[in-house]
């Protein structure tokens, strides 16, 4: 048994490593660069999926090429750690489309976010409008990126 699931794990991981990079590839597709049976590939890739481990099939869109080419780190500290005001800071930031990451942070700041915007004009509106006036904000920093370096989504499995 301990075997099986060896094997089931080896799998999964190819598996996985072939999504990350093309999510469009049929179970055919990948059954045959995996040196398994579609049905067999079709109840990994369910199974996956069930346990979430593999989340939902998206398309990346190039930022530039849509008019969002700035790409900012922001910093944010708040001004009361309390739950209730953490929570209503969180929902603002789901509630915005231009911030693509947020975490808390641990350290100086409370929250770190990668926001993208069309241009400097942009992000200093939704910078002064949106997250200085939100009312659990202190204060902020923000860094511009020059390029990108890297970029992936590919976790390594």
Known sequence: M???NQG????????LRLLQADASL???ALAEQVGASPASVWRRIRALEQSG???PTVRLVDAARVGRGV?????VRLR????EERRGF???VHGRPEILECHSMSGEW???MRIVAADVADYERFLMREVLSHPNVATSASHFALSQVKYTTALPV
Not at 8 to 15: G, H, K, N, P, T
Not at 71 to 75: A, I, N, P, T, W
């Open 71 to 75: 790409s900012v780190m922001l910093q």
């Open 110 to 112: 409370d929250y770190q």
């Open 80 to 83: 009361s750690h309390a739950a």
């Open 26 to 28: 049929s179970h055919a």
């Open 8 to 15: 089931a794990q080896s799998l999964d991981r190819r598996l």
């Open 2 to 4: 301990k075997d099986s």
């Open 53 to 55: 481990v593999l989340g």
């Open 90 to 92: 969180e929902a603002f």
